[in-house]
């Protein structure tokens, strides 16, 4: 089974307003963490926002959030008023296990958002 | 944030040859350094885990005497893609984090590979 899935390959959204990009993981790990990273074009993976299986707060870093639901082990990213420069690859990851382990991430395929001026 | 710097960012090289990259955490020690590769339009797909002073851990699939990794430092890493064939053209990225309380993984720019 996929550890993560990301089920939207491509989506669109109007510059200012704001969008949500779904992920669900699939884990029986009861320690685990869920990041979200953007892939511009030029390549490189930037860190967005990081949620740990027991936060109770749903993580929050300026116009991202995350929408974490635990029962339903879904980890969706929201994005406030958008911006052009947000137009990328966005990829949900999860890590396996403790926080100080040498754990790797396990990525999903991610979801192409479009910013339309 | 942490900076990871990758080097060379692109190479071409002919098939047959070898190809050196580093990955270099620039402004903290890395004890776990991972290293993924990606094709076009495709997610990012582990390839090993090297930790500082140990031999790396790869995963199903990946050729550890094609793929050689090295973790010399707390801060270096490199990846030597032997006898490159073009099969072997994506992108590879490594990534790096510290142990203890944050285990955030932060990625370098990527290096691309294309074999001829």
């Known amino acids: 089974a996929q550890k993560i899935t990301q089920t939207q390959p491509g989506m669109f959204v109007q510059e200012k307003e704001a969008v949500t990009l779904d992920c669900t993981y699939d884990t029986s790990d009861p320690s685990y963490g869920l990041f979200w990273y953007k892939q511009p074009s030029s390549g490189e993976m930037i860190f967005l926002i990081y949620?740990?299986?027991?936060?109770?707060q749903n993580a929050t870093e300026g116009r991202y959030s995350l929408n974490f639901q635990k029962a339903r082990k879904s980890a969706n990213l929201v994005i406030s008023a958008s911006q052009l420069g947000d137009s990328a690859m966005y990829f949900c990851?999860?890590?396996?296990?403790?926080?100080?382990?040498?754990?790797?991430?396990?990525f999903g395929t991610g979801t192409r958002l479009t910013v339309i001026p | 944030g942490a900076v990871v710097s990758q080097h060379p960012s692109w190479v071409i090289c002919k098939s047959g040859t070898s190809v050196k990259i580093e990955c270099r955490s620039l402004?903290?020690?890395?004890?776990?350094m991972f290293w993924y590769r990606q094709f076009p339009k495709q997610s990012l797909m582990l390839m090993a885990t090297?930790?500082?002073?140990?031999?790396?851990?790869?995963e199903q699939g990946v050729e550890k005497d094609k793929f050689l990794i090295n973790h010399a430092s707390l801060t270096l890493s490199t990846l030597t893609v032997t006898s490159a064939h073009p099969e072997d053209s994506s992108f590879y990225i490594c990534?790096?984090?510290?142990?203890?309380?944050?285990?955030?993984?932060?990625f370098g720019p990527g290096t691309r590979l294309t074999v001829l």
């Open positions: 990851a999860m890590r396996e296990g403790p926080q100080t382990g040498a754990n790797n991430l396990f």
């Open positions: 990534s790096a984090k510290t142990s203890g309380i944050s285990d955030t993984q932060y």
């Open positions: 402004d903290f020690q890395a004890t776990t």
């Open positions: 949620q740990g299986s027991y936060d109770q």
């Open positions: 090297s930790n500082e002073g140990s031999k790396a851990t790869y």
